[in-house]
């Protein structure tokens, strides 16, 4: 059921990891729901002179284990419920890596594809004004997520520090470096995502360094993996990659810079030369070793996931498989590494990036990367011999580490 409510689906697959971990009652029903949710509406002077209205949402879904941290999305068909349940994935993010953050989520219902620069600005200062009293280091700290850049986050640092009249880099993170980002925050969410590739393919027994490779949607993850596959795991033949235009591929491979610049260059990954087209419902079903998809959610339903060829899933999308479809991977031997363990590398970099700005001191590229590899490395472990003492799927296993870690700090603060 492909178009299953995605913050139902949050709570279906929490439902299922407390009835596993015999979760009492109380802490259950508290993590079912978002502690705390804001909207706005947001006044927007266009190019035309004409003032359009927006409308925004933060969602702080849960602050046991520290301040909300998480993107802010813009697209079309955001609602309040995708928001909502991209804040829970948050709040299981940080604990499957034990960061110490708390969940958070927010977006606006826009098109960026139409905007102008000038516009993207000002939509960045309205959301940052109507949420400021909200935000802050210690509160609740956004990041980039689907449509939104660095230059946003940029725009909306200024803003922040414009209305407190004090420099605060760290209340936002994928800020450009020259403004307080962090080396590696960039690639961070595709480069953690390999990692967990490589540890996933060393318990199957899996030659990454001869295995293929397919990439469903080419944005900031998608792209990044698409080079750091090969250059991580020592090889790799990138099979096809689509955006949401439409797809390309090649048995004999595709130049992975060559296609990132194609695709920099025209907008598109489609024409890239020496390539056939695919559909986005084709590519998944190719026969590759490891799939990434990178898009949105809803990619692997009920209706497809019978046919997904691949060995390891690598989500590096939030929310691309819904339940009905998880069962069918399982049964059918798939490795899964579910969205908020093998994603988790960008809010990991976000971290770091807040450690930073914090101690107004920066690390280099190699420690960054080394930090990354090692917390990613954990959690996969962790997950993997939950999976195993447990018997049960990888996002179950995902769950039951993130869950029992966020119901620990509920406990010890005394809310349930
Ligand atoms: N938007 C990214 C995610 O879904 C990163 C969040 C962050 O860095 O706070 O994980």
Redesign the pocket.
């Known amino acids: 059921m492909s178009e299953m409510n995605p913050f139902k689906i949050a709570q279906q697959q929490l439902d299922e990891a407390a009835r596993k971990l015999g979760l009492d009652p109380a802490t259950h029903e508290l993590l079912r729901w978002p502690m705390r949710e804001y909207r706005f509406t947001l006044p927007v002077k266009m190019d035309n002179g004409q003032t359009r209205i927006f409308h925004g949402y933060r969602v702080q879904y849960n602050a046991a284990r520290g301040p909300t ?3 802010l999305r813009w697209h079309p068909d955001e609602t309040i419920d995708t928001v909502r349940a ?1 804040a829970a994935w ?1 709040t299981w ?1 940080c604990a499957v890596v034990n960061i110490p953050l708390g969940g958070g989520k927010g977006g606006v219902t826009c098109n960026p594809k139409e905007m102008s620069e000038g516009e993207k600005e000002r939509l960045s200062r309205a959301y940052i004004r109507a949420v400021a009293r909200e935000l802050g280091v210690h509160r609740d ?5 689907v449509y939104t850049t660095p230059q946003i986050m940029a725009w909306m640092m200024d803003e922040f520090e414009a209305i407190y009249g004090e420099s605060h880099p760290g209340v936002i ?2 800020k450009p470096i020259a403004l307080g980002g962090s080396e590696g925050r960039g690639d961070a ?1 595709a480069r953690g995502g390999v990692y967990v590739v490589r540890e996933a393919a060393k318990k199957i027994k899996l030659d990454v360094s001869k295995a293929s490779y397919a990439i469903q949607g080419f944005g900031n993850a998608g792209q990044f993996a698409a080079t750091l596959h090969r250059e991580i795991l020592g090889g790799g033949k990138l099979i096809a990659v689509s955006d949401s235009r439409g797809g390309v591929m090649s048995k004999s491979g595709i130049d992975p810079s060559a296609i990132v610049k194609h695709k920099l260059e025209t907008g598109k990954v489609e024409g890239f030369p020496g390539t056939t087209p695919v559909s986005n419902s084709e590519l998944l079903e190719l026969d590759v070793d490891v799939l990434y998809p990178s898009a949105l959610e809803g990619a692997i339903t009920g209706a497809n996931a019978g046919n997904i060829k691949a060995k390891i899933v690598c989500e590096l999308a ?1 929310g691309p498989t819904t339940p009905e479809a998880d069962a069918i991977l399982h049964k059918n031997g798939i490795l899964v590494l579910p969205d908020f363990m093998a ?2 590398g ?2 990991t970099v ?1 971290y770091f990036e807040q450690v930073q700005n914090t101690y107004n001191y920066y690390w280099s590229m190699a420690d960054i990367d080394q930090q990354l590899d090692r917390r990613m490395t954990d959690a996969f472990e962790a997950v993997y011999t939950t999976r195993e003492r447990a018997k049960v799927h990888m996002r179950l296993a995902a769950y039951m580490v993130a869950v029992t870690r966020v119901a620990e700090a509920c406990k010890l603060r005394g809310w349930v």
């Open positions: 941290k998480g993107g991209l948050m993010k700290v956004p990041a980039p997520d993170t994928g969410t939030n994603n988790a960008g809010v976000s």
